[in-house]
């Protein structure tokens, strides 16, 4: 069996540690037997939507998502529409996040449009949300570290990913944290939040393979330093926020 | 000198004095009290000072280039003052000052030489007029205290817009984020760069922070990537490029026991330190050195006597067994120490120590970024400590570290103790440790009795 992923824009959304979770895809995959491969799509570059089952799309500084907003406003923008359209799953993080909501509004100046395939609005905010983040999903607790300024609110399309225990989330308001909406999922969580939330890490899996293997099942894996891991981060949370 | 500044001078020395009596190094405190009572502290001493203010700057290399200038200036004859503690805030440029000072305020020294935090920067060449500002480069470090690095970029050049024409900038032409600092500065910009043609990969790094020209947004070129995005660079859209170095390294021969360097335009220099970013460190101090019309044969003789500081490489004898203390803290920073042990070849026995402070940075996702995958078919055997050894651990086995190749030891003691009881006798273990996880281990190194006080340093 093979899964082949796809990295967004690796040099220009790739902020702090988020290439931890296209190594954490493709690790679970491979320790699973799975033949992963991934591809990296630079902008500039043609989206080719039939290839990857399974996009990762990190946070960028302004620069890089300018760059990137203008290359998905072509060609390849449509390219990842059909993409995820004919059931490709997709985590995105932070500015991926925002991307692919309807429109960024800065502070001043004209809304960015995205991409609109998750059913969510980010308006520019005046607080920056930094800290250790951790929130409950139906299939598990989330653990990450958030640092944002962008507040993100959901439409009616889309659920969210989990609920606020400790940290800001979205907006700092509702106490939602990320998104879901089919295959689509976006998170605050920056950097490597995959290697520490194995349950989000297969479900992804779990998704992508479907797209050409049908329905399969993921063999269990040793987890005990994930969750050694994701224990010493919860207590962090708890106690040093 | 004020009333207010010998005021704030002779509370700082109280703090600092009532610190040492009761056994604490002090090297930040009391500079916090002194800026509390008189703000322009810095200023006045500084003021005093014959051969002025050096500032070094940027995400990697302050300290060991701070040091190698300090050794420069003394090769020269000069005195200087010196915050070699890796206290790089303002406080800490107050407290070497005032530890250097008299009751009346009038120095030892005649030359200040300040590592300063690249977040700080903009602020503290405010507080006092420097004649030379040297940055080195600027990386991903930190994001939850420094945020993006185009941001730090902006705010350092504002900042040198508004100095003094008199100020000389030092500044790395290879690495396109510092190369471009000194664009609105009135006074004159010395740039400084390697041209080894044999140094450096034709691909870019994947955890490169400036892919794109700062001037135009297009893709940058690279004929040569030595480190992150620092290199020989242009952009091919709108012809920007790396600027002509007027201090310049033609050829770079690195060997086990240190590097030579062939400076362009004739002379060599020998640096008892491996490692290319060493290299760069070292044609930094070159270049101030030059900057302040200090001799090359100086120069020469001051580097090749140069140690390295706590954490920078530097070897501590424990029971017949070497420890190699490598401060680690960043992406960039990993790669070029993980890039060196493998050039020393060899398998490794490692120390690995990750914290999570404010010093550290809370947030551990830089983890990721750090090219764990090139070091880990090298490690025999890892010893994993700190607040978050669970991380750090997690991030050596997705880098394919067997499991039953690394231990999670914790506290610092016990820590130190398996790998040094687990090192051959005559063996080396390497200890890549994170800022406050290197100050504990260097503490529990002294309760153990391996090495001194930390603040006789």
């Known amino acids: ?241 | 000198m004020t009333l207010r500044t010998l005021t704030a001078l002779a509370a700082g020395k109280a703090v600092r004095a009532g610190l040492q009596a009761i056994g604490r190094g002090g090297t930040a405190l009391p500079g916090l009290v002194a800026l509390a009572l008189d703000p322009e502290v810095i200023g006045h001493l500084s003021a005093r000072l014959a051969h002025g203010v050096v500032l070094v700057s940027g995400t990697n290399g302050k300290t060991t280039t701070s040091r190698m200038f300090a050794e420069i200036a003394r090769a020269a004859g000069w005195t200087p003052v010196h915050n070699r503690s890796g206290s790089n805030l303002e406080r800490g440029i107050a407290a070497a000052l005032l530890a250097d000072a008299d009751v009346a305020g009038r120095l030892r020294a005649d030359v200040g030489i300040f590592e300063v935090d690249e977040a700080s920067l903009a602020r503290v060449v405010t507080r006092l007029e420097p004649r030379v500002v040297l940055v080195a480069n600027l990386f991903r470090d930190q994001l939850d205290r420094y945020f993006e690095v185009d941001q730090l970029a902006r705010r350092i050049a504002d900042a040198f817009a508004r100095l003094s024409p008199a100020t000389l900038l030092v500044l790395n032409a290879d690495d396109p984020l510092v190369a471009r600092l000194g664009d609105r500065h009135r006074g004159r910009v010395v740039f400084f760069g390697v041209d080894d043609p044999l140094v450096g990969g034709r691909v870019a790094q994947s955890i490169s922070d400036a892919t794109h020209c700062p001037r135009c947004s297009s893709r940058l070129a690279y004929a040569r990537v030595v480190l992150a995005h620092v290199g020989e660079w242009s952009c091919p859209s709108c012809g920007l490029a790396r600027p002509a170095r007027d201090v310049s390294v033609a050829r770079i021969a690195l060997g086990r026991d240190g590097t030579r360097l062939e400076l362009a335009g004739g002379g060599e220099m020998k640096v008892p330190l491996d490692g290319l970013y060493n290299a760069y460190n070292a044609v930094a101090a070159i270049a101030v050195a030059r900057c302040l019309g200090i001799d090359d044969a100086t120069v020469s003789r001051a580097l090749a006597a140069f140690r390295p500081a706590f954490g920078r490489l530097e070897v501590v004898e424990a029971d017949g067994r070497r420890l190699r203390i490598v401060l680690v803290k960043n992406p960039a920073g990993s790669n070029a120490a993980i890039g060196a042990l493998l050039e020393r070849g060899g398998r490794l026995r490692v120390l690995a120590a990750l914290n999570d402070r404010d010093a550290d940075g809370r947030d551990v996702s830089w983890i990721w970024d750090a090219d764990f995958e090139a070091l880990v078919p090298s490690i025999e055997h890892a010893v994993v400590t700190g607040l978050r050894a669970a991380d750090l651990a997690l991030r050596l086995k997705y880098a394919g570290l067997p499991v039953s190749d690394m231990e999670v030891v914790d506290g610092w003691r016990a820590a130190l103790r398996h790998a040094i009881d687990t090192t051959p006798a005559d063996g080396e273990t390497v200890v890549l440790a994170t800022y406050t996880a290197m100050l504990a281990l260097r503490g529990a190194l002294a309760e153990m009795g391996y090495v001194g006080r930390f603040w006789e340093d």
Request: hydrophobic share 40%.
């Open chain 1, 1 to 241: 069996m093979d899964l082949r992923i796809c990295h967004l824009y690796p040099d220009l959304m790739c902020i702090y540690g988020d290439r931890g979770n296209v190594i954490a895809l493709a690790q679970r995959a491979r320790w699973r037997g799975i033949d992963a491969q991934v591809r990296e799509l630079r902008e500039g570059e043609a989206l080719d939507p039939d290839w990857a089952d399974l996009y990762f799309f990190g946070g960028g500084q302004d620069l890089g998502q300018d760059v990137v907003s203008r290359d998905l406003q072509g060609a390849n923008g449509e390219a990842l529409r059909r993409a995820l359209a004919s059931s490709a799953a997709i985590l995105s993080v932070c500015g991926g996040y925002q991307l692919l909501g309807h429109e960024y509004v800065p502070a001043d100046g004209p809304a960015i449009p995205g991409l609109g395939l998750l059913d969510v609005t980010t308006r520019a905010g005046k607080l920056r949300f930094v800290g250790n983040l951790l929130a409950e999903a139906p299939q598990g607790t989330l653990i990450g570290f958030e640092n944002h300024s962008g507040c993100t609110y959901l439409g009616p399309q889309a659920r969210p990913l989990a609920r606020v225990v400790v940290g800001h989330g979205n907006n700092g308001e509702d106490r939602t944290e990320g998104a879901v909406q089919g295959r689509i999922v976006g998170t605050y969580c920056h950097g490597s939040v995959l290697p520490k939330n194995p349950w989000l890490a297969d479900m992804l899996l779990l998704w992508a393979l479907e797209r050409r293997h049908g329905a399969v099942r993921l063999d269990p894996l040793d987890d005990t330093m994930e969750l050694a891991a994701r224990r010493a981060a919860a207590e962090v949370a708890r106690t040093r926020p």
